[in-house]
């Protein structure tokens, strides 16, 4: 098979292809390896290739929905037995995971081949993908911009067509951010919906899920099946599931009431492609005989970034910890700016974390009242288009002043101080829209339906009520059909 016609089908077309003996799961695997071959050298997106692994696969009997289908998973969270899970870190980069997360091995029973792991940042805590142990991974549409993070190699993989589709996961935006800036759909569950074991019961309380980036919404609904299959035993809770399978709700659309906004929730610019975004999206429904109107959730977006952020730098603290406990790593194998969320979350006392915790019930149940009247919500996923590579580096000063107080042990007094707050808000302010979707533990999806003039993509978001990814998948289907993208393709 010839790259053109590879690149030509979406997962579910080459699982048929191989169904149907038109080609052979390691002819498929050959393709894909040399198109990343042919691109990854640009890019940047594949850290740790698995060849021969995958070759070996390929070479025997495959089975399930996906049989013989080529397949990246992200090097975060996805571990693969017998090989490290580097998270982007220095201090993880040589210890070779004990066994299968769960999600790899619904992925390796669909029938994929595995044959690589993709960028991210140092423990996925950025919304871009620039880690200092493997560099950075660059967009395929620009190469001087971001594939977003924090799954953004499989986010270029997929866009520069080295896999129809990838795993990705997303604790605050991280599949949606890369599905925006590279032109794919993105889709993150529900919480609880997909397992997170056998490691962990959960990921950050619930708002970390895994999935994948795709080029089309059948291979994301399809995937979504396999990733559902059967409950996680050792889970926290059961997730209720449809009778009917996701790949068919993608099928059955029905009139929505949708709500939208393009004001940034914590008050920051808004770029104008970002508006125009949203404002041709709500055209596109109206047109499809969805009404759609102004509106958002009653909510403190300012406080909900701070909470969010609450969870994520004691989460960071806690797993800085771990991995020196275990393996010995110092601080030398931790970035800067891993050392500064991370004293950010130790400086935080307990009963602030739990008020900060507590508070998320508030924000589902606002947003549930939003739910009340509207099916779904609609915003940009990024306030503006793609950033460029070292845009949101952490500025000059606050890394000479961390450094300074970081010799002293005082690290954890720079948390809370105006610096502090303004470059954690100069971050958010390209990525707002998405962490409300974690904290609530609801799930959304980004759909590529905007591009600039200069070709960057710029993804709309949606968020659903709980146990609404078949709307969302319907109306992601909808859109997709009135207004294809699967074939649109970077020149590299």
């Known amino acids: 098979m010839e790259y053109a016609e590879y690149r030509a089908h979406d997962a579910v077309g080459l699982a048929a292809l191989v169904a149907g003996g038109e080609v052979t799961a390691a002819e498929l695997l050959e393709v894909a390896m040399a198109r990343a071959e042919a691109v990854d050298g640009k890019l940047n997106a594949i850290v740790r290739p698995m060849h021969d692994l995958a070759r070996e696969r390929a070479r025997t009997p495959l089975t399930g929905p996906f049989a013989g289908v080529p397949f990246l998973i992200k090097d975060l969270s996805q571990d693969y037995a017998g090989l490290p899970t580097g998270s982007g870190s220095r201090s993880l980069a040589h210890q070779p995971a004990e066994r299968h997360s769960a999600v790899v091995e619904r992925w390796l029973e669909a ?23 493997n560099g950075p991974t660059r967009n395929p549409w620009d190469l001087t911009r971001t594939p977003g993070g924090s799954s953004g ?55 970390a899920t895994n999935g994948a980036v795709s ?53 920051t610019e808004v770029d104008p ?10 055209g596109l429904l109206a047109h499809l005989g969805h009404e759609v109107e102004p509106a958002e959730p009653e909510t403190d977006h ?14 960071l603290a806690q797993t800085v910890d771990e991995i020196r406990r275990t393996t010995g790593a110092g601080p030398g194998d931790f970035e800067l700016d ?3 969320l991370a004293a950010a979350g130790r400086s935080l006392p307990a009963p602030r974390y739990y008020a900060a915790h507590h508070r998320w ?35 000059a000063p606050v890394r000479a002043l961390a450094r300074g107080l970081m010799k002293v042990g005082l690290l954890g007094t720079l948390a809370g101080t105006k610096a502090w ?72």
């Open 153 to 207: 190699g499989s986010a270029a993989a997929v866009a520069a067509g080295v896999v129809p589709m990838a795993g990705a996961n997303d604790g605050g935006g991280s599949i949606r951010i890369p599905a925006a800036c590279c032109g794919l759909f993105g889709l993150k569950p529900g919480r609880g919906l997909v397992p997170a074991g056998p490691a962990t019961a959960e990921d950050l309380h619930g708002a």
């Open 421 to 492: 707050e303004r470059a954690v808000m100069a971050n958010l302010a390209a990525t707002p829209y998405t962490q409300l979707a974690n904290i609530t533990g609801r799930p959304a999806m980004s759909v590529p339906t905007y591009r600039t003039p200069e070709g960057l993509p710029l993804g709309t978001q949606f968020v659903g009520p709980l146990g609404g990814e078949g709307t969302l998948l319907a109306l992601a289907a909808q859109i997709e059909a009135e207004q294809p993208w699967a074939q649109l393709e970077p020149t590299l």
């Open 111 to 133: 029938g994929l081949v595995i044959f690589g792991k993709t960028n991210t940042p140092e423990f996925g805590a950025k919304g871009i993908t620039e880690p200092e142990v």
């Open 361 to 395: 019930n508030t924000y589902s149940r606002q947003l549930a009242a939003f739910h009340d009247r509207y099916d779904l919500l609609l915003t940009p996923t990024l306030a503006r288009p793609p950033v460029r590579l070292g845009e949101l580096d952490t500025p």
């Open 273 to 282: 492609h970002a508006v125009a975004a949203v404002e041709e999206t709500a």
């Open 302 to 315: 300012r406080q909900l970034a701070l909470d969010f952020l609450a969870m994520w730098t004691t989460q």
């Open 338 to 340: 891993t050392h500064l």
């Open 215 to 267: 080029r089309t919404v059948r291979d994301s609904a399809a995937l979504l099946d396999v990733l559902t299959a059967r409950p996680d035993p050792g889970g926290p809770y059961l997730a209720a599931r449809p009778e009917l399978p996701y790949a068919e709700l993608a099928r059955r659309t029905r009139p929505l009431r949708i709500g939208f906004t393009t004001r940034s929730p914590i008050g």
